[in-house]
Antibody
Framework: QVQLVESGGGVVQPGRSLRLSCAAS????????MHWVRQAPGKGLQWVAVISYDGNNEYYADSVKGRFTISRDNSKNTLYLQMNSPRAEDTAVYYCAKGPDLHGRWSPDDWGQGTLVTVSS | DIQMTQSPSSVSASVGDRVTITCRAS??????LGWYQQKVGKAPKRLIY???SLQSGVPSRFSGSGSGTEFTLTISSLQPEDFATYYCLQHNSYPLTFGPGTKVDIK
């Protein structure tokens, strides 16, 4: 069955960097677009970014554009989110989610359990 | 960006009740909409895709309808395990946007 396991969360100071990982198994990772979605404490869901199956296309929410970078290593079945210059408002549980299609143009169907990122000095 | 609204923001209902949640898009999105259920402390779970297609393994009491700018999620007979928060998500254009959520709790 599909498994998505996020890691790399923790406490990070504003302006520093953090990289999240999502290890995928149970499906052919290299043929699916992948998403990051976050949820601030007590708040709703916010889409963050998507990457196509081959890594050639990426799209971002305006709130993270220029600061966060989504990437993937298909040889390792792993999705990444590089968080540069994080702000307090980036504090959230970060979920990776699998798209059912090559480019991530459809609603994500499977989700990981999330990893908590707290931005605080 | 496409804005998504949901109504109501919360609903109190009893087991066996019919519950309907509405999601509206700020512009037409064809049927590019999914519905998700999220329980406290858990990851979201997709219930409906393409506005009206039932995700495999999801009980048939859940149904979705709509196209363009107005969509509904209906739970035909609420069960104890259905108390949760429900979100719609448009994937017609980037950035993808979620509705603010509808919390379904026990009356």
């Amino acid at each position: 069955q599909v498994q998505l396991v996020e890691s790399g969360g923790g406490v990070v100071q504003p302006g520093r960097s953090l990289r999240l990982s999502c290890a995928a198994s149970g499906f052919t990772f290299s043929t699916h677009g992948m998403h990051w979605v976050r949820q601030a404490p007590g708040k709703g869901l916010q889409w963050v970014a998507v990457i196509s199956y081959d890594g050639n296309n990426e799209y971002y929410a305006d709130s993270v554009k220029g600061r966060f970078t989504i990437s993937r290593d298909n040889s390792k079945n792993t999705l990444y989110l590089q968080m540069n210059s994080p702000r307090a408002e980036d504090t959230a549980v970060y979920y990776c989610a699998k798209g059912p299609d090559l480019h991530g143009r459809w609603s994500p169907d499977d989700w990981g359990q999330g990893t908590l990122v707290t931005v605080s000095s | 960006d496409i804005q998504m609204t949901q109504s109501p923001s919360s609903v109190s209902a009893s087991v066996g009740d019919r519950v309907t949640i509405t999601c509206r898009a700020s512009q037409g999105i064809r049927n590019d909409l999914g519905w998700y259920q999220q329980k406290v402390g858990k990851a979201p779970k997709r219930l409906i895709y393409a506005a009206s297609s039932l995700q495999s393994g999801v009980p048939s009491r859940f149904s979705g309808s709509g196209s363009g700018t107005e969509f509904t999620l209906t739970i035909s007979s609420l069960q104890p395990e259905d108390f949760a928060t429900y979100y719609c998500l448009q994937h017609n254009s980037y950035p993808l946007t979620f509705g603010p959520g509808t919390k379904v709790d026990i009356k």
